[in-house]
């Protein structure tokens, strides 16, 4: 048995691993499938959008809001914080043409505090807003989401019948993001499936598994679990701030996260540098900025993703068949792990070979996520800096 051999069976070993021993995170199988009934009155909602620089889409995510097909009273407020493109006059401008006004509100956030990260300063302004004069009465539950997602018709109906159903304090939901170019059908889906890995949904949605998580994209929240764990203020510093929030209302009582089609981010990312920038931005963040937990990281990712298919690949010039052999079942494991992903994704099954390459591409991201870090530059947002720490979950 050769040195070439081990490292193929360690890479197969792993792979096994995750697929039969991690929580089925790679099977797609937490959707909301719309059985949970209907609660006898339907409970107050706000929704809170914070939104900087939005003005190409918002007209048409918070228009989805004010389709809500929803029977209770639903309100809306839009937090611009410090945009530069108009986004609060667009906003304005649709409440009027709609005659929307009684229920979307536009606030502006103040200057932000120290020790808060620029959208939880935002999420704070809207949730204050939302619940301005109210003590005991007032919306049960809040609906955070971000500028650029559009939401079907039926969401806040689906997402608050199965939060009174079941007694949550969160439903959340992973929102389908834009995949349409030839990076963004590459990574996207990957991106997707690297979440699920780090925080496979089943364990998520089990009140016995200590694993929390939350999509920021669109968050349901039971009012008074949030005022019970400190409010926003308890994660005014969190970069990862939806895991965050996850993490800290699960220490409390139940929540869930799953998948959908329906509600969707509208904002392409095109190229390769706009995923790389966004996924370089919290990378770093999530290893809490351990060099230890980097190292590891990276020697993980190398074994899951690089040993299988260069093993493979190189038989001619190692010479061991049995590692070849091997590292080609830990190879097509993974494919198998990536197809659900990709058929949520509308993407050919045959792509799932080329997971290697996407993991290759998301190790690199991490390393420069670090290099920025120790160069100093830091998690930007839109051109603003966000000094945070991540929230162990």
């Known amino acids: 048995m050769t040195v070439v051999f081990w490292i193929a069976l360690a890479s197969l070993g792993a792979w096994a691993v ?17 059985t949970a009934p209907d609660p006898p009155a339907w409970p107050a909602v706000t929704a809170v959008v914070p939104a900087r620089d939005e003005a190409d889409v918002i007209e048409r995510t918070v228009g989805s809001l004010l389709r809500q097909d929803y029977p209770g009273d639903f309100r809306v407020v839009v ?3 410090e945009s530069r493109d108009g986004t609060g006059t667009v906003v304005q401008r649709l409440a009027e043409r709609l005659g929307a006004s009684a229920r979307l509100r536009v606030v502006r956030t103040a200057p932000r505090p120290a020790g808060w990260v620029g959208k939880m300063w935002a999420v704070e302004t809207g949730v204050a807003e939302a619940t301005a004069g ?19 018709p039926r969401s806040l109906r689906r997402l608050v019948a199965v939060g009174e159903a079941e007694g949550l304090d969160l439903v959340s939901l992973m929102v389908r993001l834009h995949c349409r170019s030839a990076w963004e059908r590459l990574l996207v889906p990957m991106f997707v499936y690297g979440f699920m890995t780090v925080y496979p949904f089943a364990r998520v949605n089990d009140p016995r598994a200590r694993t929390a998580a939350a999509a920021g994209g669109c ?10 764990g400190g409010g926003i203020a308890a994660i005014r510093d969190a970069i990862i701030d939806d895991c965050a929030l996850g993490a800290m209302l699960k220490r409390r009582g139940r929540i869930w996260l799953g998948l959908t089609t329906t509600e969707r981010s509208i904002r392409p990312y095109g190229g390769l540098g706009p995923i790389w920038r966004m996924v370089a931005r919290s990378a770093y963040t999530q290893l809490r900025h351990s060099p230890w937990w980097l190292a590891g990281t990276l020697i993980g990712l190398l074994l899951l993703y690089v040993v299988p298919p ?12 049995a590692a070849a052999a091997v590292a080609l079942g830990a190879w097509l494991l993974m494919a198998a792990t990536w197809v659900p992903t990709l058929a949520l994704y509308e993407q050919p099954p ?3 070979l080329a997971l ?8 690199a ?28 979950s």
């Open 18 to 34: 995750l697929a039969f021993a991690w929580g089925r995170f790679w099977l797609c199988d937490q959707r909301l499938d719309g």
């Open 79 to 81: 937090v611009d914080d």
């Open 134 to 152: 109210l003590s005991g009465e007032g919306p049960p539950w809040l609906w955070l989401t971000d500028a650029d997602v559009e939401h079907s």
């Open 219 to 228: 968050m349901l929240v039971r009012r008074s679990a949030l005022a019970a």
């Open 310 to 321: 260069v093993t493979a690949l190189l038989c001619p010039v190692h010479g061991d068949r």
């Open 350 to 352: 045959l792509l799932a």
């Open 356 to 363: 290697p390459i996407a993991g290759t591409l998301y190790a």
């Open 365 to 392: 991201m991490t390393l420069d996520s670090a290099r920025r870090h120790w160069m100093g530059q830091g998690a930007t947002w839109k051109g603003r800096p966000a000094a945070g720490r991540v929230v162990s």
